[in-house]
């Protein structure tokens, strides 16, 4: 439109005639000029904005074994600020470890056998036991005596019916064994009686204590010297310490069989016993040679 009208100017000027031809030529002559692009504007909707929701979120508990509990802190004196309540939810002892919960799809725990976990019993060197069942056959429920202690079980020297002689050698667990005395036993004190050898006898009625020999141990399996009604079979005997005769001299040690022996208590019951069955035989009584508790005394 402006170059029209420029071309429009020019054809009424007077020094030049007005024809559609010079008008045409006026407006191609007319320089071009470039527009910039229309500018577009995006417009964008404001919203409001979204009111902040002030209240705090519901707090969420995981299930423990006991419920939340409410705790409201008490001011320590009157004009403080209120702490406001919290939700105080207990821990679990094991932290970290999951809770499970009893159910009747869980197996029962398993219990330990009987007897694991048991004291050990009293069996100590010395005691005479009798065996059970679980050992060999020729030695079940036999008398025994012990020679070492372990762990879980002992080492016992088989006896004979006489409990003289050893005849074999076993190691049972101490559930088959039945401790049956104590009376040989290191530390025990017995008395001496029974002896007949003309140096030996010399012993009877004297108190000693059983002590462990220096070489073979206790208790002690012994061979006597061969000879003419001999036996070749293992004694079993002890090691007696006896005191010194004189103040000041040594103390006497010798190997006895344990049928020489005998406990304190044993000694003087039998004494005692004894010694009520001649006052009844010189008084004319023979109700009974013995009191009442005197026929189990050995």
Known sequence: AAAAAAAADAAVQPDQPATIDNAVQAVQQTPHRSQPPPTVELFQPQTQNAPVDLTEPPVTTQEVDSPAQLVTPKAESAGQRQVPAQLV????????????????????????????????????????VLLGSQVVTEFRHKHAVVTEVHEAHCTVAVLDESHRF???????????????STAWRLGSEVVIDGLQGGKTRAFNGKTGVIIEHPKQGHPCFVHKPSGVGTDDRAHLTLCISLPPA????????????????????????TARCN?????????GDHRGSFSSGCEDVV
């Not at 010694?275 to 008084?283: A, F, H, K, N, W």
Request: charged fraction near 25%.
């Open 166 to 180: 050893g005849v074999g050698e076993c190691w049972p667990d101490f559930s088959d064994v039945r401790v049956l």
């Open 246 to 269: 004189e103040s000041g001299g040594k103390e006497k040690k010798t190997l006895l069989e344990p049928r020489f022996l005998h406990s304190v208590a044993a000694y003087f019951d």
């Open 275 to 283: 010694l009520e069955g001649i006052v009844r035989q010189v008084s």
């Open 89 to 128: 939810t207990p821990k679990a002892e094991n932290a970290g470890q999951l809770q499970v919960e009893p159910s009747m799809d869980t197996p029962p725990p398993i219990a330990p056998p009987q007897g694991f976990e048991q004291d050990v019993p009293d069996i100590q060197v010395g005691d005479l």
